[in-house]
């Protein structure tokens, strides 16, 4: 699995990730579970690698100088 997230994706993937996890905490009900939706975000974070990027050969990572 090569690294696939770079530097600017992976801020704007973790402001994502917590926006949506803190539904948990902001919304009554059934709907405030949608929330754990941001879990995705940042477990790309976690690991560099998105599958999603993989599947249409994306990469935001800086090219490696040869």
């Known amino acids: 699995m090569e690294k696939n997230i770079g ?3 992976k801020v704007i ?3 994502v990730g ?3 996890l803190s539904l948990l905490f902001l919304l ?3 709907a405030r579970w949608w ?3 941001g879990i ?3 477990l790309t ?4 690698w998105c599958p ?3 599947l249409l050969g994306i990469s935001s990572c800086k090219p490696k100088k040869s």
Do not use: H, W
């Open 7 to 9: 530097s600017p994706d």
């Open 45 to 48: 974070v976690i690991i560099g």
């Open 40 to 42: 995705g975000p940042i």
């Open 18 to 20: 917590v926006g949506l």
């Open 35 to 37: 929330g754990l939706i």
């Open 28 to 30: 009554d009900g059934n």
């Open 52 to 54: 999603g990027y993989s």
């Open 13 to 15: 993937r973790i402001i």
